[in-house]
């Protein structure tokens, strides 16, 4: 088994390049399956279990399916290709129900459970986030920023910050990419750190990227 973990801010391109490399997979004849973050069905968070994501048992809960997936799939001759399952419907979640100190362990844990797995991580970073976070709103327009903007006041990360509108919007992802950054400075599997966000989509996926990341491709 191999499993394959694209992370970064939103619209910094995590679908756009899982979906390349899985067409690429898919055209070498490499078994594989891509989650989307959202999947209802997903293995690692399925719908059920972002009821508790603000508990302090959740990363327990995270942990328990992530053990599941690898004694599910470890033998098998397949590669999965999650986006936003490492840090952004765990971690984020973490950060958002100011449960940010349970971070460190459950990252700690979570790698020694992967382990097994050939994990390997990529990790879309722009250079900017206040000028990301703001190319994003713009580009994805008012009535999603609105949406994310209200879903993100409500959480008590933010409400406790007294954060509204667009300082909200920038203020909590610039702090969710600062813990972020801190996650790959204690990652042990293999990762790769690619520049992010409007001006990098056409150079994000390569032949080379394929070869590093999809087995079997030469």
Same mark, same amino acid.
């Given at each position: %088994? $191999?499993?394959?973990? /694209?992370?970064?801010?939103?619209?910094? =391109?995590?679908?756009?390049?899982?979906?390349?490399?899985?067409?690429?997979?898919? !055209?070498? =004849? !490499?078994? +594989?399956s891509w989650y989307l973050e959202? +999947?209802?069905?997903?293995? /690692?968070?399925?719908? *059920? /279990?972002?009821? $508790?994501?603000y508990k302090k048992t959740f990363p327990e809960l995270c942990l328990k399916q992530w053990a599941k997936f690898v004694s599910d799939n470890k033998g098998s001759d397949h590669l999965f290709i999650f986006e936003g399952s490492l840090f952004q419907s765990t971690v984020r979640f973490m950060l958002e129900?100011?449960?940010?100190?349970? !971070?460190?362990?459950?990252? +700690?844990?979570?790698?020694? /459970?992967?382990? $097994?797995?050939?994990?390997k991580l990529i990790y879309l970073r722009p250079s900017n986030v206040e000028s990301h976070i703001e190319w994003v709103m713009e580009h994805r327009g008012e009535k999603w920023s609105l949406k994310v903007a209200e879903y993100l006041e409500k959480t008590p990360y933010c409400f406790e910050q007294q954060w509204n509108g667009k300082e909200? %919007? !920038? +203020? *909590?992802w610039s702090n969710y990419a600062q813990l972020c950054d801190l996650l790959i400075e204690q990652t042990r599997m293999p990762y790769q750190t690619?520049?992010?966000?409007?001006?990098? *989509?056409?150079?994000?996926?390569?032949?080379?990227?394929?070869?590093l990341y999809v087995p079997g491709h030469q």
């Open positions: %088994m $191999d499993l394959l973990l /694209i992370e970064g801010l939103p619209g910094s =391109g995590k679908s756009t390049l899982a979906k390349q490399l899985y067409d690429g997979a898919q !055209v070498d =004849g !490499v078994g +594989s959202e +999947s209802a069905d997903h293995p /690692i968070h399925p719908a *059920f /279990i972002k009821h $508790d994501k129900g100011r449960n940010q100190k349970l !971070v460190a362990d459950y990252y +700690s844990e979570c790698q020694r /459970i992967l382990a $097994d797995v050939n994990p909200c %919007m !920038v +203020s *909590f690619i520049n992010a966000g409007n001006g990098y *989509f056409d150079s994000q996926y390569s032949e080379e990227l394929k070869r």
